[in-house]
């Protein structure tokens, strides 16, 4: 039987993944869509800060 902090910690972990996957969907879809190599890198930069903050928030 889960405790409410397993719980959370579950619920938490699943809400992370699927916003996660977004993420690279997202990012890989619009890479796909523009050829300019400057939006690009911005993108990419973008995309690397939000899984930083992902990974940073998984750890809690």
């Known amino acids: 039987m889960f405790h409410g902090n397993e719980k959370e910690k579950k619920v938490r972990s699943n809400y992370i993944s699927r916003k996660e996957n977004n993420l690279k969907k997202l990012y890989l879809n619009i890479m796909n869509n523009f050829s300019d190599g400057t939006l690009k ?4 930069e973008i995309f690397k800060d ?3 903050i992902i990974n940073s928030n998984n750890t809690i």
């Open 41 to 44: 890198g911005e993108l990419y």
């Open 50 to 52: 939000e899984v930083d």
